[in-house]
């Protein structure tokens, strides 16, 4: 029996020569097939709860394994068929490419573990984290991330999201808590603690006599009045859990939004959070846009007769953008 390492040599059949077959084709197609066998199923294994997270990263570490030899095997035949004109050219790229889909989601995942730090839990105010209340009480015992980042883990935060703080919003806080429980709603996040949320008038056909309304509905919030969320925001793919707390504050007239995202499995969130974040501040900015001076903040002041624009100029929101910390 020829070794493993012995050059492929075509072999004398009758009166003609058979091309030999390149030795690692067959080895590069089976590696190859077994890479992007195992992805999906430990993905959907992991998806619906069979395997634990870590079960699940010696999964893909596996995954990794099979892919890298598979092109290995994939190199090696090549240079057979290049070299001594050997079949399994088609088996070979078979195999390459069945190696190439299955490390691709991975090479993506590791692509962002490279461009974000290594962290797990993102806040618009490093200094001040909105914290964890329910969530915490019902996972005892679990690791949990601190109510504040250390001196390093807040440099860190501002050095690679300098775009990432607090919003405002020159309007009344339960118009902003409305916005936020809508805006979750239609992202699917699963609400596990959130305040009443007093001035929200239910839709009345034309014509229905309203009911009286209640002492609570009129009570205006105090300005020292704070309001916390708690959301779980699930992955698309992987079902992978990301907590996230929203404060709403009050700040003179401003009502300041301060969020945070914190992951559960590993000591890297791959650049979620940020993500989660800035995409819900975004659109937090477009539901509260022109909505300046609603509630306790209206300002009843006629304007002046000498502007007779200022009339008819759209009210503006004061600030959307990310406001400075100190």
């Known amino acids: ?37 195992l992805l999906p199923v430990a993905m959907l294994a992991f998806r619906f709860g069979y395997l634990s997270p ?42 390459a490419v069945f190696a190439i889909i299955a490390l691709a989601p991975l090479a993506w995942a590791g692509a962002q573990a490279v461009i974000h730090p290594k962290i797990n839990d993102v806040a618009t105010d490093p200094t001040d984290f909105p914290i964890f209340s329910k969530l915490v009480a019902e996972r005892q015992g679990t690791p949990w991330p601190a109510g504040k980042l250390s001196a390093d883990d807040a440099a860190l935060l501002r050095d690679a999201y300098p775009g990432l ?6 309007t009344d806080p339960n118009r902003v808590a409305q916005a936020v429980a809508k805006l979750a709603a239609l992202r699917r996040w ?46 698309l793919v992987l079902n992978v859990p990301t907590d996230i707390a929203i404060r709403l504050s009050r700040d003179n007239d401003i009502t300041v939004v301060d969020a945070r995202a914190a992951g559960r499995y590993t000591a890297h969130d791959l650049g979620r959070g940020v993500a ?33 624009d200022a009339a008819g100029v759209l009210p503006v929101p004061q600030s959307s953008d990310p406001l400075p910390l100190q």
């Open 54 to 95: 870590v079960t699940f990263l010696w999964a893909m570490g596996a995954v990794v394994a099979l892919g890298v030899f598979a092109l290995f095997a994939g190199l090696a035949a090549t240079r057979d068929i290049f070299d001594d004109d050997a079949a399994g050219a088609g088996v070979a790229m078979r195999g």
């Open 190 to 235: 699963e609400t596990i603690d959130a305040p009443f949320i007093a001035g929200a008038e239910p839709q009345r056909e034309e014509g229905v006599i309203p009911l009286p309304r209640s002492p609570e509905r009129d009570l205006q919030p105090r300005p020292s009045d704070t309001l916390f969320f708690e959301f779980t925001a699930r992955s």
């Open 1 to 37: 029996m020829a070794s493993l390492g012995a050059k492929a040599t075509p072999r004398l059949i009758g009166n003609f020569y058979r091309r030999p077959t390149a030795r690692y084709s067959h080895l590069c197609n089976r590696l190859g097939a077994l890479a992007l066998l």
């Open 276 to 308: 989660l974040l800035t995409g819900f501040l975004d659109e937090l900015d477009i539901e509260l846009l022109g909505v300046t001076g609603e509630g306790s903040f209206a300002d009843d002041e006629e304007p002046e007769g000498d502007e007779p």
């Open 165 to 170: 703080g607090p919003h405002g919003y020159s």
